[in-house]
């Protein structure tokens, strides 16, 4: 029989068991705790992260200027003087001196083709023009010594002239066998080979004369009134970043696209190193001055499809802002909205992703 006293009895026991265990807990608790703080030290995980090194970029300060309003239109390099070369003849080319890139001088021969019909015409003509001024030379002398007719003098020397002329003709079709090149310049394209056969009206060969190139670009309607024959205009070539070249306008063609309601300008270009027909570039028409905020070209970056700069924060971090970009300059660009006097922009797009990062302006 269980009494009272053998229950508390019992629960004493079990008060002192599970007072044993919570003592064992805290003590593997405060072990674990020493041994973690231990191995921190070691593993020198202890304390708060060092802060991160500011990044050295180019900094500009915005201040407004007085700007060259220009209108920017682009388009690609052509020479003002090409020359399709074609044959006249059908024939063999049994002579191909030129390969495609080579320069060539005026006068040069390019191409020779065998064709032994005209070589037979011009053989015959030379023939019966030999044997006409024979029979003129013998009429003549018969003539002098009053021994022939006028009639027969007339015949003599209508004869002279009519295989004079063919004889001109048959020379003249024999100078299509061969041809040279018209101006000096560079063969763009060659469409022909050693040995082919040349048909008449083919083009077999296009030179270009680089030392006279035109940017010939694309303008609107609304902004062609500013633009005149003669205007002095700076022109930059992609593909020559940061150098700006003094073209002048030859000519506005008089007549628009319909469809796109634009004219073609085109714009004298001098001959520089590394020019090259079929480069695209930039023109820039001066309409006038006035003020406005620019920054460099390349200050502006692009995130998710729009366009911003880095501003440097009272704090010292880059903050992206969003602009509203206006004219497109020599080598910056009017930024319309976005920024205010005084803001202080990272002007280096290379220097990656800097949203947050702490700056400081670099050595320029």
Do not use: C, W
Not at 153 to 166: H, N, P, V, W
Not at 322 to 338: D, H, I, P, R
Not at 345 to 358: H, M, N, T
């Amino acid at each position: 029989m269980i009494t009272i006293h053998t229950i508390e009895t019992k629960f004493r026991e079990l008060d002192k068991k599970a007072l044993i265990a919570g003592i064992a807990v805290i003590a593997l608790a405060a072990i674990a705790g020493i041994g973690y703080r231990i191995a921190g030290k070691q593993a020198g995980t202890a304390g708060p992260p060092a802060a991160a090194e500011p990044v050295a970029v180019p900094v500009v300060t915005v201040e407004p200027r007085t700007i060259e309003s220009v209108v920017t239109a682009a388009g690609a390099l052509t020479s003002r003087n090409t020359s399709v070369l074609s044959s006249k003849v059908m024939g063999r080319v049994s002579y191909l001196g030129v390969q495609e890139g080579d320069h060539v001088s005026a006068g040069k021969l390019l191409i020779r083709i065998d064709s032994g019909e005209i070589a037979a015409q011009a053989f015959q003509a030379q023939a019966a023009y030999n044997n006409a001024r024979l029979q003129y030379d013998r009429i003549k002398s018969l003539y002098d010594a009053e021994a022939s007719t006028q009639m027969e003098m007339d015949q003599a020397t209508l004869g002279l002239e009519s295989a004079k002329a063919g004889l001109n003709a048959a020379r003249s079709m024999e100078s299509y066998t061969t041809i040279a090149a018209p101006i000096t310049g560079q063969i763009m394209e060659k469409r022909i080979n050693l040995g082919e056969m040349a048909i008449p009206g083919q083009p077999l060969l296009k030179i270009e004369d680089n030392r006279n190139l035109r940017l010939e670009v694309t303008v609107r309607e609304q902004d062609i009134l500013h633009i005149r024959p003669g205007a002095a205009v700076n022109v930059q070539i992609d593909a020559m970043a940061g150098k700006t070249i003094k073209g002048k306008v030859a000519m506005v063609v008089p007549a628009s696209d319909v469809r796109t309601h634009s004219f073609i300008v085109k714009v004298d270009v001098p001959a520089a190193k590394g020019l090259i027909t079929g480069m695209y570039g930039k023109a820039f028409f001066p309409t006038g001055r006035r003020e406005a905020i620019v920054v460099p070209r390349d200050a502006v970056v692009e995130m998710s499809g729009i366009s911003g700069v880095y501003v440097v924060s009272a704090e010292g971090s880059a903050v992206f802002q969003m602009v509203q970009l206006g004219e497109e300059q020599e080598n910056a660009v009017e930024v319309v909205s976005g920024l205010k006097k005084g803001d202080r922009v990272v002007a280096d797009r290379k220097s990656g992703r800097i949203d947050g990062k702490r700056v400081v302006p670099a050595e320029q």
